[in-house]
């Protein structure tokens, strides 16, 4: 088991340095977030005993059980988040990619004052318009950033966007493009509270052209855990 998953994890490594040289980036600016939703925390731990240190997780019960197995790893909410649910995350993860509402915001600011701690996040975006799935519209960017500044435990350090399944991976292109388009656009103007550097953008579908347009964090799951 643990040799087949570090063949998959050099094989991905491979795929990642070839995007990043493709679009002249280094390899090193981009971190892989393992997804072990679908995986025990054996499994996972095995995944941080390979070096894969940062790990992602899209539910709340899952999440506090790995960290418990895991307490070294640097953990990531990528899911849908209750707002009943943000003190099991706020101060238990490096990073929450999966900021999709004002109410979110604003529930995960008063767990950050209450903690006294500034809460890492991205905005996540619903860029393609699917109907059944979370994110701002991009329309929506603008407001929020000019609002966020009222939120003082907050810090805004990107974007996060998940491409629709599609046949050929090709169609995701103008997704991350635009994602990344946006980034270059916004990080041009000074907001309270905001540090646009983290694209978080790419799964195992689709990482190698998200990479292309410009990622710096991929959320990888079933190309290393089948
Ligand atoms: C499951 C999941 C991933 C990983 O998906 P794979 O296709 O298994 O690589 C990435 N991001 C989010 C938000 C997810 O829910």
Redesign the pocket.
């Known amino acids: 088991m643990t040799n087949e998953l570090e063949i998959r994890i050099n094989n991905i490594k491979k795929r990642i340095e070839q995007a990043a040289l493709k679009a002249k980036r280094k390899t090193s600016d981009i971190t892989i977030v393992a997804?072990t939703?679908?995986v025990d925390a054996d499994t996972a731990l095995a995944a941080f005993n390979l070096g894969l240190n940062n790990l992602?997780e899209?539910r709340v019960q899952e999440l506090k059980n790995k960290i418990q197995h895991i307490p070294g790893a640097y953990w990531h909410m990528?899911?849908r988040l209750q707002t009943n649910k943000v003190k099991d995350v706020v101060g238990q993860v490096r990073l929450i990619?999966?900021l999709d509402r004002w109410n979110l915001a604003e529930a995960i600011n008063k767990r950050g004052v209450q903690l006294g701690i500034e809460v890492p996040v991205l905005m996540e975006l619903n860029i393609a318009g699917e109907e059944q799935k979370a994110g701002f519209h991009p329309d929506d960017v603008q407001h929020f950033l000019d609002s966020v500044g009222q939120l003082k435990s907050i810090r805004v350090y990107g974007f996060?966007t998940?491409a629709p399944q599609v046949k050929n991976v090709e169609e995701t292109r103008p997704v991350f493009r635009e994602l990344s388009w946006l980034q270059d656009k916004f990080k041009s103007k000074i907001y309270s509270n905001v540090d646009l550097k983290y694209l978080s953008m790419g799964?195992?579908?689709d990482?190698d052209v998200a990479i292309e347009e410009g990622a710096n964090i991929v959320?990888?799951?079933?190309?290393f855990?089948g």
């Open positions: 997804v939703k679908t992602g899209n990528i899911g990619h999966s996060m998940v799964m195992t579908q990482f959320r990888i799951g079933s190309a855990f």
